[in-house]
């Protein structure tokens, strides 16, 4: 390229604000082009070879452009697909990644964990629902695994406390007093599917559970 065709170049660059850009987009390229051809020297022209390709790059630009925009219309419709397969989990049972649950007054309530190793002791902390710590319960020499402790519905006093939203935690120990990793768990049957912004959650037992938490779903609560 000659420097009258190098000059004109940088001149279209600059009144296209390309330093502004991350992306060039097809009209920016047909300027750039165009401009090229316009300012070429006249005794030494752009050959049909040099043209052919930078038209076969314009061409493979679109060609680029148009598979995007069908990939993303694709990812979008599989992803309200799958957010409308969501309601097949009403009436199914699932068990689900969390430490909210709903306490109704005058019942008992059963706080869901995992243990990755045997347990020499276990410390579940319950708090109300502005994040109160109202009651510990304390188990020893758990197996890894599953594990369900049934809360009573008492505060430490041993006064019942009112229905609501609750939440627990579990802290555990080996048999040197080493940590070891814990993961509560909520489960219950799904009553209904909500759909937002961020995708479907399901509601179970009150509390809404984004499907991406679900570890488990059976048709039975037997199999739990």
């Known amino acids: 390229m000659s420097l009258a065709e190098l000059n004109s170049v940088n001149e279209t660059r600059y009144e296209l604000n390309l330093n502004e850009k991350s992306i060039l987009n097809k009209d920016d390229f047909l300027r750039l082009l165009l401009t090229q051809i316009k300012n070429q020297d006249p005794l030494n022209p752009l050959k049909n070879t040099e043209f052919t390709a930078q038209l076969a790059q314009l061409s493979s630009l679109e060609q680029l452009r148009h598979i995007n925009e069908n990939l993303g219309s694709l990812q979008n419709f599989q992803a309200l697909l799958n957010d409308f ?15 909210s649950f709903v306490h109704q007054e005058g019942n008992s309530s059963p706080l869901r964990f995992e243990l990755a190793e045997d347990a020499k002791k276990v410390f579940i902390y319950i708090y109300d629902n502005n994040g109160e710590l109202i009651k510990n319960i304390e188990k020893e020499n758990l197996v890894a695994g599953n594990h369900t402790v049934t809360w009573d519905g008492t505060d430490k006093e041993g006064r019942e406390v009112p229905g609501g939203s609750y939440s627990f935690e579990v802290f555990a120990t080996d ?24 995708g479907a959650w399901l509601v179970v037992d009150g509390q809404e559970v984004p499907v991406n ?12």
Do not use: P
Not at 175 to 192: N, S
Not at 213 to 224: T, W
């Open 85 to 99: 397969q969501t309601v097949n989990f009403i009436g199914k049972y699932v068990e689900a990644a969390g430490s």
């Open 175 to 198: 048999e040197t007093d080493e940590e070891i990793a814990t993961q509560t768990l909520i489960a219950g049957i799904v009553e209904e599917v909500k759909f937002n912004g961020n």
């Open 213 to 224: 938490k679900i570890l488990k779903v059976s048709e039975s609560e037997d199999n739990f």
